[in-house]
Nanobody, 115 residues
């Protein structure tokens, strides 16, 4: 499974940004869920949210009400709509995919929120 995240950049506090993650997998892979994680400088990687194939969505408390995860199954893509961003949202954002063969990670995309 290969994952490609994009859409990061510099945004002012209070602004919005949308990240995308495209998944490509070979035959025999069943992707059960995909997720967004982030890692700020000097901190551990943390969950932002996940979405299952049945579109059950889970969010970290720190982003509830501000971030929205969605998916386009036809494009094998998930999105992270980030609204009302804060400087503490600054991090490298990663997407991952949970399959019956394990969890796969993509390269991250940098999000920087200026105050």
């Amino acid at each position: 499974v290969q994952l490609q995240a994009s859409g990061g950049g510099l945004v002012q506090a209070g602004g919005s940004l949308r990240l995308s993650c495209v998944a490509s997998s070979g035959a025999g892979f069943n992707i059960y869920a995909m997720g967004w994680y982030r890692q700020a400088p000097g901190k551990s990687r943390e969950l932002v949210g996940t979405i299952t194939t049945e579109e059950r969505i889970n969010y970290a408390d720190s982003v509830k009400g501000r971030f929205t995860i969605s998916r386009d199954n036809a494009k094998n893509t998930i999105y992270l709509q980030m609204n009302s961003v804060k400087p503490e949202d600054t991090a490298v954002y990663y997407c991952n995919a949970f399959t019956q063969r394990g969890t796969y990670w993509g390269k991250g995309t940098q999000v920087t929120v200026s105050s």
